[in-house]
């Protein structure tokens, strides 16, 4: 492996503060997108999910500083989420942050993630499911999630779920704050080149573990903030802003 030296574009940033742009529910056409549903972005992320069903996509809201509202359909396992790429490799592209201030104005049914996820569909469905205290892995994932299927479903967890693992029972990665209808959090995690990770929530410290999360150059993650139904009850969240931070892979 050799290093090629660069210019001074060693910074991969991706931000949104959503004061504007919008796809509306029930895949009409709007803003950054094409007839028929098959394009939708929202600045710097994609918008992906269960788009062609009701309830579900991204609408702006009059709230101050700017948020949309991500829907989740009806429907368990069906939502919407904003997406990076599966571009990002610990290993060559750590210290990797993402960091979302989000809020539901009902903590009910429900799941919400923030965080890394190996694999990101078009049709994106969470990176985890969760029943009483068994967080179980749908694809490797590393983050956030707020779950209603939990024994403490208003807390905050931070799965850690990779390629060798199966499930953590989340009393293992429960943080120490609960969510707050229509308050919001500001969720942080970084995971860095040798693939040890923080969590952090609202400034605090909630959880670190040590190298080994992710650290191989062939692992590679997307981000995503995303919203997905429980129940017959739609799911939503409501984002603030979405911040995607990484080193450059200067790697020839």
């Not at 991204?58 to 790429?85: H, M, P």
């Not at 199966?166 to 704050?177: G, K, N």
Request: with cysteine; net charge negative.
């Amino acid at each position: 492996m050799s290093i090629s030296g660069q210019s001074g574009v060693g910074r991969v940033r991706l931000f949104n503060d959503f004061c504007g742009p919008e796809v509306p529910v029930a895949n009409a056409v709007a803003y950054g997108t094409t007839a028929g549903g098959c394009n939708y972005y929202l600045g710097d992320f994609s918008l992906k999910g269960d788009l062609v069903e009701t309830d579900t996509g991204a609408v702006a809201l009059s709230k101050a500083s700017g948020y949309i509202r991500l829907g989740g359909n009806n429907e368990d396992g069906k939502g919407a989420a904003l997406c990076t790429e599966v571009c990002f490799s610990p290993a060559l592209n750590g210290s990797i942050v993402v960091e979302a201030r989000l809020e539901r104005a009902a903590i009910t049914a429900g799941v919400v993630f923030v965080g890394l996820a190996g694999t990101i569909a078009d049709d994106v469905a969470e990176p985890c499911t969760s029943t009483g205290t068994t967080i179980t892995k749908v694809v490797p994932c590393v983050g956030f999630v707020l779950d209603s299927q939990l024994t403490a479903g208003t807390y905050w967890h931070m799965p850690y779920l990779l390629a060798s693992d199966t499930s953590q029972t989340s009393t293992d990665v429960d943080a120490s704050q609960v969510a707050v209808a229509a308050e919001s959090d500001i969720l942080r995690l970084v995971v860095n080149s040798d693939g040890s990770a923080e969590w952090w929530i609202n400034g605090k410290l909630e959880q670190t573990k040590g190298a080994g999360l992710a650290a191989t150059t062939t692992t590679l993650m997307g981000a995503l903030v995303g919203c997905w139904g429980t129940t017959t009850t739609a799911a939503s969240v409501d984002v603030d802003y979405f911040l995607v931070e990484a080193n450059r892979d200067w790697t020839r």
